[in-house]
């Protein structure tokens, strides 16, 4: 392969500063010109084949994220990156040979201040506006050789659709929504691509997903019907692209599908992966490269010169020819260009050369003449009778024989302005055509089963995401942001010769590893936080734990997985030296008979040290063994229950007595587990980190004692470029997280059943730091505190060979500052614990709504108070903003008395408490009393249940009954 040189020139879009980088987009227009388009300016640039200067031909307030032209030249599109769309009409427009069109031409004499913008009434072409998405235009395309309507595809970040864009009128019929969401999710769309004859249409969406669909005119109507002829579940493109909004870098915008005759490439990986089509067979063709010699990055833009010779762009700043052999699927790479910044779109023209737009505005010239004689000197011009599509999986030895006779040209009529840009496409000089392979009838069926049995037997990389049918070289790919291993919280790390395995509310666990010398074992300690509810404990380690949980009822523990060249022999002395059961220490034992038996590796041992039984204390702890290889990776406990994730993807239950519970997948790699009392947080990895670093997780909160799904969501608490370093439950069970950032959230409830949940924000510690390197080491959280050790000197983690000193931080939301700000903050976090009681509490006990009583008139009381220092301020309306916070009818009559002799304020709050407390029909309310002793059926307890939720928008709660002594009196407390 030889290197060469190019020539630059700007692309005249905008002033590129040093550095800043956009998805720079060329279209090819008749007459030789050629569009440019891609930056912040909203400028649209036209250049003549040949000359060296793009001139500046449109200007629109937006940036420009597509242009797209109809086959006659008559409907012009431009989509932005505040998701508008604008259709310019060219309804008089005939094409003439060597004159430009009229979207492409500079009025010399106009002001550039004067040129076309989105709002129709200000420029003197026609125009309308076409549809509104709430996302970034990305890609637009008219479909060629509709009879009379100007059908445009619209590929946006929000989704994609089809709309008739031959009017204003027209544009409200969308075609493609529904199919497109159930083909890809509401995943937003990179790009799209459509075959010559519109026949085909691929999309590439931002999770790197691709599909085929057909696309036929329905029977008597000129509206088009998709039809989805292949899904591929493996990603084209590894790397998730978060959206122009999310700050995705500038190649994960630029990837999109490329169609050629009957192949259709897509980039994203170190070689192109190219599909062959016939009809709507769509199958991958096995690539290699002979010379191994390409891309060290993935590739961002792909064009085809030829049937045998594409140009490839990648984020390496280099842009490649390649020679393809169809025949073989052998990819060769003829000239390599390097650039100073890498090509975001590549346009090839008559020539020979190729024009490359760079993300850094600038325009490259390819030349591919030279090289392109040289290497073309013995091809064949024309089509082979017979082409040999050889699909090959791992030690196959058997070809599949394909028969690749041209086809019959179907309709070749076309206007002048699409048989125009196709006679450009057709004219390089240096470089053989061929007509494109296509299979024949007889060989389908065998093509079609080959392929498929390959498919079948495709063996998967670690990630999942790459076949063995292509696989690039792992040991050149630029590493990319790496999703956060999974951790155990508030633990040290397992290099140190003492460190924690677990701390929170109830102990904090540590483990001292044997020096080898005068001491082999491992030592596991237990230190209670509470010294009064029990002694500390210490047993030796046999296993070789590496991580553990403490909770209500004992402790969990596990190992790695365990090998069958372990010391065997010693197995019955060293249980003998631990105080476990009997009938642990015969579970071990068999465990290691079966090891040596089978062989290789088994899976973690998973180990529960119960603190109290009823039964035997020979029998109270209990001990399993895991599948072969499978590994934990986090563990937790509760009060009944305990549980382990694993590396299979597992989230394995148990009983505190030992018994398997249930064995569910995960959505995505584990990170960590929290539990407490009946509740169990897991959190894992959704997708592929941000640019910058941040983690992208999911969470979902599981009630362990009946088994269901409280909530389930994404962590979107996480700070940009931070990870998730922290995780527990409150004492009223709110689950907390922390990032690397030392900001702290909290999951709430947003609805009154908690059927939503949202994050938000109690903690910031960056202020509260004393200096860049200290950091606050989380413990738990009690009573509107966090429990922190303090760590200064840049150390990350506490020294476990000593007690550490903790301290306490109170939680603070981080509003804006304000006269009262103390007190807002105050009255809206007890407002969220409220809330937060009354969904987690039990509403059997028979002292909720007692309790509850109380924790309303308490949140009432600091509401109040701030009610008294806003309306002393003289802020009356901000003061009667503040009554709908109430919740008791007791706290109304109080705002009213404590408003005084201000009357205007006083009504409107006994209007709020009419409105409120407004006495319901005797048949409505005997629904929501409950008589001295008379039992709760479930149609009452779950009227009970929904009034002790809270929220200020909810419907008038019902009334609650306390029973008085004997007497069957009905004492009424009124709750909102």
């Not at 240096?430 to 037997?457: L, S």
Request: charged letters at 25%.
């Amino acid at each position: 392969m030889t290197s060469a040189t190019t020539n630059t020139f700007s692309l005249g879009l905008d002033d590129v500063e040093d550095g800043f980088e956009q998805p720079r987009r060329l279209l090819k227009l008749p007459c030789k010109s050629v569009l440019a388009y891609g930056g912040d300016d909203g400028i649209v640039s036209s250049c003549l084949v040949g000359a060296k200067k793009f001139d500046v031909v449109q200007r629109y307030d937006d940036g420009v994220r597509a242009v797209a032209f109809s086959d006659d030249g008559k409907r012009v599109a431009v989509g932005f990156d505040s998701g508008e769309i604008q259709v310019v009409k060219y309804d008089d427009y005939e094409y003439e040979e060597g004159i430009a069109h009229p979207f492409a031409q500079r009025n010399r004499q106009a002001d550039e201040k004067e040129l076309l913008s989105q709002d129709p009434n200000s420029s003197n072409q026609d125009s309308f506006p076409g549809p509104q998405f709430d996302a970034p235009i990305r890609d637009l395309l008219f479909l060629r050789k509709s009879a009379c309507s100007f059908w445009l595809v619209i590929a946006s970040e929000s989704g994609m659709c089809l709309v008739d864009a031959e009017s204003s009128e027209t544009l409200s019929n969308r075609i493609l929504e529904r199919e497109s969401v159930e083909a890809h999710g509401h995943c937003g769309i990179r790009g799209v691509s459509l075959d010559d004859a519109s026949s085909q249409m691929a999309s590439l969406a931002m999770d790197g997903k691709l599909c085929v669909w057909g696309i036929k005119m329905v029977d008597g109507s000129n509206t088009p019907k998709f039809t989805l002829l292949k899904k591929e579940c493996n990603k084209c493109v590894a790397k998730k692209d978060v959206g122009e909004i999310h700050g995705s870098d500038v190649f994960d915008r630029s990837c999109r599908p490329v169609y050629h005759k009957s192949f259709l490439a897509t980039p994203g990986q170190l070689l192109p992966v190219i599909r062959g089509i016939q009809g709507d067979a769509i199958k991958t063709i096995l690539i290699t490269n002979c010379e191994d010699d390409g891309h060290v990055e993935s590739v961002v833009a792909i064009a085809f010169v030829s049937n045998n010779f594409l140009v490839t762009s990648g984020r390496d700043c280099r842009v490649l020819l390649w020679k393809f052999d169809c025949e073989t699927g052998v990819l060769t790479p003829l000239q390599s260009f390097k650039l100073k910044s890498a090509a975001t779109d590549l346009c090839p023209l008559e020539g020979g050369n190729v024009y490359a737009a760079c993300a850094n505005g600038s325009c490259a010239v390819i030349p591919l003449t030279k090289v392109n004689h040289e290497r073309a000197k013995g091809e064949v011009n024309g089509s082979p009778k017979n082409l040999v599509t050889k699909t090959l999986k791992q030690n196959a030895t058997e070809y599949v024989e394909v028969d690749s006779s041209p086809s019959t040209p179907g309709n070749t009529a076309a206007t002048a302005f699409l048989n125009d840009e196709a006679d450009e496409d057709d004219s390089v000089e240096a470089v053989p055509t061929e007509t494109a392979p296509t299979i024949g009838v007889t060989g389908i069926d065998r093509f079609r089963n080959a392929i498929d049995q390959i498919e079948e037997n495709v063996a998967y990389d670690e990630d999942g995401d790459l076949p063995t049918l292509y696989r690039p070289r792992v040991d050149s790919v630029s590493q990319n942001v790496l999703p956060q291993p999974p951790f155990s919280v508030s633990s040290s790390p397992l290099d140190l010769a003492r460190r924690y395995l677990c701390w929170n509310h109830i102990a904090s666990t540590t483990i001292h590893h044997g020096d080898g010398a005068t001491n082999s074992r491992n030592t596991i300690s237990i230190n209670f936080s509470d010294s009064a509810y029990k002694r500390p404990i210490t047993f030796v380690d046999n296993m070789n734990i590496i991580l553990g949980a403490v909770g209500e009822d004992g402790a969990i523990f596990a190992s790695d997985v365990q090998h069958d060249d372990e010391d065997d022999d010693s197995v019955e002395e060293d249980l003998d030296a631990v105080e476990i059961s009997e009938a642990t220490k015969e579970a071990v034992k068999k465990s290691k008979r079966r090891s040596n038996h089978k062989g290789g590796s088994l899976g973690s041992s998973v180990f529960f040290y119960r603190f109290e039984t009823f039964g035997s204390l020979r029998d109270k702890d209990w001990f399993l063994q895991l599948p072969t290889g499978e590994r934990v990776l986090g563990s937790a406990c509760g009060q009944g229950w305990a549980a382990v994730m694993t590396s299979r993807r597992f989230l394995r239950l148990f009983s505190s007595g030992g018994n398997q519970r249930e064995v569910v997948w995960l959505d995505g790699e584990p990170v960590t587990m929290v539990g407490r009392s009946q509740f169990l947080a897991v959190f894992y990895h959704k997708s592929y980190p941000l640019a910058d670093k941040t983690q992208q997780l999911g969470y979902t909160l599981w009630d362990t004692a009946s088994f269901t799904v409280v909530s389930k969501g994404s962590v979107s608490c996480l700070s940009a470029g931070a990870t998730l370093t922290w995780a527990g439950f409150s004492n009223d069970c709110s689950l907390v997280a922390a990032d690397s950032d030392g900001m702290f959230s909290m999951l709430v409830p947003c609805a009154q059943s908690g059927a939503a949940w949202e994050w938000a924000p109690i903690l910031d510690t960056v202020g509260l730091r004393k200096s860049a390197d200290d950091l606050f080491w989380p413990v738990s959280v009690y009573d509107g505190k966090i429990i922190v050790v303090p760590l200064k000197g840049g150390n990350t983690y506490p020294d476990a060979s000593r007690r550490p000193v903790t301290t306490t931080l109170s939680l603070r939301m981080p509003l804006a500052n304000s006269s009262n700000t103390v007190m807002e903050e105050l009255s809206i976090r007890s407002n969220l614990a409220l809330a937060q009681k009354s969904v987690m509490s039990d509403c059997e006990d028979a002292n909720t709504e007692q309790e509850y009583v109380g924790l309303c008139a308490q949140v009432d009381k600091v509401t109040l108070k701030l009610f008294v220092a806003t309306l002393g301020a003289g802020k009356q309306e901000r003061a009667f903003d503040l009554v709908d916070r109430l919740h008791l009818e007791k706290s109304y009559d109080l705002a009213i008395r404590l408003a005084g002799q201000n009357r205007k304020v006083v009504d409107l709050i006994e209007s709020a408490k009419a409105r409120r407390f407004r006495r319901e029909e005797k048949c409505d309310a005997d629904e929501y009393y409950f008589e001295e002793n008379s039992p709760r059926t479930a149609e009452s307890f779950g009227k009970l249940k929904q009034s002790c939720q809270i929220s200020p928008d909810a419907n008038m709660t019902a009334k609650r009954t306390l029973i008085h002594g004997g007497e069957r009196s009905w004492k009424r407390n009124r709750i909102y």
